[in-house]
Structure formats: C-alpha cells, structure tokens
C-alpha cells in the first residue's frame, strides 16, 4: 500500500493529475473496467442538476433504506470529512476500508493519470460492488455527460433543476447546460426531469436517445394542502404525505421528482407508501437551510449560485425574526457572486463578508466592491471566516439571526466550530 493513512492518500490524489478539474470518461472507464469488468450487480439511480442534487440523494437514500434496501450513497463534497462522500446504509464508511479501496484502484490504474474526483468515484463504486449494496445513489459532480459519475450505466438518472453555472465547463446558458446535464440519460431507461421549464436540448437528447423523459407538470403532478401534499401520476397515487424533514418549501418540489424516479423504478424496486412516509420524516441533510435555534438564529446554506441565492432569500422571508439579519459570505472566485448578492439584496441588514483561501477563493475586498456596486454599504468585511463569525456575534443581539452561506467552504468551518453557536445559550 502506497500510504498508511486517508490524509496521506488524499493530499497525494490532489498532485497525482495536472488538473483540477478534467472532464472526460476515458480515463474512468478504463480503470473501472479492470477493477470491475461487469456490470453492476445493483441498481444505479443517477442524480444530476444545477441545485438540489444532494436533497434529492439524501431523499432517495432514506426513502429506499426505510423500504428495508442495502443502499450506498455517493455525494460531494463533502462538509466535515471526506468520508462522508461514500456511505452505506447512513454509515459513512472509515478511513482503513478507504485507504484498501485506493490501493486496489492505484494498483488497477497502472500509469493513467486519474483525479481527484476520479479516484473518489471509483472508490465509491468498488466499494458498493465489494459491500453488496442493493442499489447506489449516485450525485454527479460537474455536468453529466463527460462526469466520472457517468461512467456507470444510470437503471434512471435525475435531472433535478438546470441553472447557470460552471459556464466554463458546461457552456454559456441553460440550452448547453441542459445537455450537458442530460448526457446521464440512457436509451430505454427512465430519464427524470424536475425542472419546471426544461431547455429545448435537453429534451431533445431524450427523445434522440429514446429515453423515455417524466416531466414535472406533465408525467407527474404534486400540490400542498397545508402541512401535507400529494402526488399523483397515470400509474399511482399518495395523498397527505408528510413534509420532508429539510427545511425550504421547494423540497416538495424535490421529494416530488424522487417519487417520479421510484415509481419509474417500480418493477425493480418495491417501494410503499408506509417506506415513503418514513423515508420523508427520517431524511437528514446538513448545511442546507439548517437552523440552529436559540436566542440568536443561526442558519447555514451551502447556496453557492444565483438560483439557490433566490431559494435562501424566499425562505428568509417566509421565516421572519424580530431582528435583524447577519449574513457572513463567503463564495469561491468561479462563482456569479454579483448575482447570488443580488438575490439577496433586501432580506439582509448587515453584510459580513470573507475571504475563502485557496486558488479558487475570492477575497472579501472583491466582495465588498461587488456589494458596493449593488449599493449596500452595510458591510464589515474579514479575511478570515472565525473573524467574521465573531463579528457578528459581537454585533448581534437576542431575536437577530445570522446566516452563513455562499459554499461549502464556507458552511464547513462554521458547522465544525460548535462554540459559535453556544456563545448565546441554547434554550
């Protein structure tokens, strides 16, 4: 074994390939191929889209484990620690089982260059083949068509919203991001989408490929009645369902293109509507909307772009506080931070900007000149995100919130540092 330890294995994945970020199955399926030369022995649902992928995973995951299937989930990134990108049946599986998987796939790879992505992805994908999973949960990463994830043929593939972002990668607006996203379709396998106003391409590819395409408002329809809703479709019906258990309206809306996928899924996998009731009450997903009460409110977003920035902000305003509103932003350079400040503008009182680190962070002087340039003056930046947080605790009294958001990167170190949240005691 090239390492002892996870550490050690993942800064050396982050310098093994030139880049970062390197689009393309062939390095993956070659790999994969002498690591696990036939199919999968389990079912694959692919999940893919601009926002919501992560609901959307966690939904399917707790949904298919309360109908009582061994089921592993692949996601990222991840929030606290690597681990959590591979779990099996909730249990994000440990540091010795990883480091096994990587020296299986660094023996397997010979001299091809993989990823870090790539490594992950195929670590993933061993693993649910050696723990005998029934069926694997898959997000995809950037994209769809040229995304590791892809690698693997999708039983169905969900599409859950297609927005701007990642142009660089993907393409300047939503008719080549909604290609691009559409590539983990496959012919004669269901292929979800939960976008309300699906781009003309995407649709397109289904019908080119003859991947039977389930439109939200066309092949599936769900309504709210109060704290409850239903859904129904030409072949099945569930009414007075409960509200999944992550915050944020639009998670009907998420639960909703779950179903759809199950249901297409439904001569493969049985799944009731006691499971589905269950899997909505049980469902678990750190970091999006996630509020932490108590006499000053902290609620933390990993909205990152100019859609999810909208969704923060609606649900802002549908949960008002006495007080005043505390943002701490921190957003990666790649991001449309002008856009996500704008959906903002409005719901926030006082702006703390910070700055993230690494050759992707943006500094909050550039955020504070993109606030300047959208008129809010109300902005104490920081070049660290502990400063910013203590900030805004020295500023804020009882009945303010404070809401961090705009990455990863920036939900992490905040949700990893308990005390903040203990600094005004919990009732």
């Known amino acids: 074994m090239r390492f002892a330890t996870l550490n050690d294995w993942l800064c050396w994945q982050e310098t093994l390939h030139p880049k970062a970020i390197d689009l393309g199955l062939d390095r993956m399926r070659a790999v994969l191929h002498r690591l696990c030369p036939e199919p999968p022995s389990y079912r694959v649902i692919t999940v893919g889209g601009t926002n919501g992928k992560g609901s959307c995973v966690a939904l399917l995951d707790a949904i298919l484990r309360a109908a009582g299937y061994r089921v592993g989930a692949y996601t990222s990134p991840h929030l606290l620690r690597y681990n959590e990108r591979i779990q099996i049946n909730g249990i994000a599986v440990d540091d010795a089982v990883l480091c096994r998987a990587f020296a299986r796939i660094d023996t397997a790879r010979g001299d091809i260059s993989l990823s870090y992505f790539e490594f992950s992805t195929l670590a993933a994908l061993v693993l649910f083949q050696e723990m005998a999973v029934e069926v694997a949960v898959l997000e995809v990463g950037l994209g769809g068509r040229l995304d590791a994830v892809n690698a693997v043929d999708a039983d169905a593939a969900l599409v859950v919203s297609i927005g701007i972002d990642h142009t660089d990668w993907l393409g300047p607006d939503r008719d080549s991001i909604g290609y691009e996203k559409a590539g983990i379709y496959r012919s004669g396998r269901p292929a979800i989408c939960a976008d309300p106003a699906p781009p003309r391409r995407l649709i397109e590819h289904a019908h080119a490929i003859a991947a039977p395409l389930l439109q939200m408002n066309h092949d599936y329809q769900f309504s709210q009645a109060g704290e409850t809703w239903h859904w129904w479709s030409e072949s099945a019906r569930y009414d007075d369902l409960p509200r999944p258990a992550l915050a944020g309206d639009y998670q009907i809306s998420n639960a909703a293109a779950v179903l759809a996928t199950l249901n297409s899924l439904r001569d493969q996998l049985r799944v009731t509507g006691a499971d589905i009731r269950t899997g909505l009450m049980q469902v678990r997903l750190p970091g999006r909307f996630q509020i932490i009460t108590g006499p000053v409110e902290w609620i933390l977003d990993v909205a990152h772009n100019p859609p999810a920035a ?68 109300a902005v104490a930046a920081h070049d660290h995100i502990a400063s910013g947080c203590q900030a805004a605790i020295n500023a804020a009294r009882v009945g303010d919130r404070i809401v961090v958001f705009g990455s990863f990167h920036t939900v992490a170190p905040v949700l990893a540092a308990q005390p903040w949240f203990t600094f005004f005691p919990l009732p």
């Open 310 to 377: 909208a969704m923060l902000a609606a649900q802002l305003q549908a949960r008002p506080c006495s007080g005043r509103t505390y943002a701490i932003i921190g957003l990666l350079a790649d991001k449309d931070a002008q856009g996500v400040i704008e959906a903002l503008v409005g719901v926030v009182d006082q702006w703390v900007p910070v700055s993230l680190a690494g050759p992707r962070g943006r500094t909050s002087a550039e955020l504070v000149a993109l606030l300047h340039s959208a008129s809010v003056h």
